[in-house]
Every structure is written in structure tokens, then in C-alpha cells.
């Protein structure tokens, strides 16, 4: 997931966007191909 992210930028995964929602303001990126994952959804924090 590394390798999708932006300098400068967190990116999280549709799992952890779940536990920080309500505390933190993140915006949906679209789905990642993740290594013997598949795609996943995936957050910047902003």
C-alpha cells in the first residue's frame, strides 16, 4: 500500500477509516489494488 499512497499524505484503509471517522475528516481515494488483498478501499486523512 505504500507504494499507492502520496508524499505528504496518510492513507488508510476502509477498515481504519471505520475506527477514525468520527474523530478525524478524511476523504475517500477510490479503491487499491492490494497485494493478496485485492482491491480495497482506500482514505486520505485530511
Not at 14 to 33: M, W
Request: with cysteine.
Amino acid at each position: 500500500m505504500e507504494s499507492s499512497g502520496e508524499a505528504g499524505k496518510v492513507n488508510i484503509s476502509g477498515s481504519t477509516y471505520a475506527l477514525v471517522k468520527n474523530k478525524f475528516e478524511c476523504s475517500y481515494r477510490g479503491k487499491v489494488d492490494a497485494k493478496n488483498k485485492g482491491e480495497i478501499d482506500m482514505y486520505f486523512v485530511n
